[in-house]
T-cell receptor, first 110, second 113 residues
C-alpha cells in the first residue's frame, strides 16, 4: 500500500538552530515528491518538487533533498516566520493523485 | 491572478443533513482535486476532475460525490452527514493534466453537530 510518513510530528527550535524534517515513502511508480507549507487556517502552499534521487532544491533557508526512499527538508538558521506545518506529498500512478504525510509542525522561538 | 476560491469558508450542519461545497480554480487550470483534512488523518484524497470527468477517486464512501462544470468550477457534495465528516475540505487546482504542483484554496471548514 502506498504510504507517506513524516517525522518528527512536532519540532521546536530556537531561532538560528538548524535542523531537518524527514519524509519517507513507500509508493510504486513515484512520479514526484512535493513539499508544502501550511499556516494555521490556510491551505497548503507549494515549496518544492523533486523528481529523482540525488536531486536538491533550495529556497531561502530551506533545502529539499531526495533519495530512493526518503526526502529531507533542511532548515538553516530558521526564523520565527518559518513556523508552520510542513507537508510532504508524493505523486504516484496516473493523473493528479497525491498521497500526503501527516506533516511536521515546526515552532521557531525567537 | 486570482487564486483558488472556495465557498463557503465555514458552515455548521447537523447529522443527516447534506452539504455542497464550491471551488473556483485558478483561471486556465482544468484539473481540480478535493482533499479532506482532519487532525487525526491528515490530508486525504477525495477525487480529481479534469475536463468534467472524474479521473481518480479516493477511499471514501459513496456519500461523498463531486462534479466539475465546463468552466472548470467544481462542487463536492456530502449527503447524510455524520459527526466524523467534520473537517477542513480543501480544493486544489493544477494547470497540467498530469503533473505539477497543487494550488490550494483556503478550505471550507465543516462542523457537523
Amino acid at each position: 500500500e502506498d504510504q507517506v510518513t513524516q517525522s518528527p510530528e512536532a519540532l521546536r527550535l530556537q531561532e538560528g538552530e538548524s535542523s531537518s524534517l524527514n519524509c519517507s515513502y513507500t509508493v510504486s511508480g513515484l512520479r514526484g515528491l512535493f513539499w508544502y507549507r501550511q499556516d494555521p487556517g490556510k491551505g497548503p502552499e507549494f515549496l518544492f518538487t523533486l523528481y529523482s534521487a540525488g536531486e536538491e532544491k533550495e529556497k531561502e533557508r530551506l533545502k529539499a533533498t531526495l533519495t530512493k526512499k526518503e526526502s529531507f527538508l533542511h532548515i538553516t538558521a530558521p526564523k520565527p516566520e518559518d513556523s508552520a506545518t510542513y507537508l510532504c506529498a508524493v505523486q504516484a500512478g496516473n493523473f493528479n493523485k497525491f498521497y500526503f504525510g501527516s506533516g511536521t509542525k515546526l515552532n521557531v522561538k525567537p | 491572478k486570482a487564486g483558488v476560491t472556495q465557498t463557503p469558508r465555514y458552515l455548521i450542519k447537523t447529522r443527516g443533513q447534506q452539504v455542497t461545497l464550491s471551488c473556483s480554480p485558478i483561471s486556465g487550470h482544468r484539473s481540480v482535486s478535493w482533499y479532506q483534512q482532519t487532525p487525526g488523518q491528515g490530508l486525504q484524497f477525495l477525487f480529481e476532475y479534469f475536463s468534467e470527468t472524474q479521473r481518480n477517486k479516493g477511499n471514501f464512501p459513496g456519500r461523498f460525490s463531486g462534479r466539475q462544470f465546463s468552466n472548470s468550477r467544481s462542487e463536492m457534495n456530502v449527503s447524510t452527514l455524520e459527526l466524523g465528516d467534520s473537517a477542513l475540505y480543501l480544493c486544489a487546482s493544477t494547470r497540467d493534466a498530469d503533473t505539477g504542483e497543487l494550488f490550494f484554496g483556503e478550505g471550507s471548514r465543516l462542523t457537523v453537530l
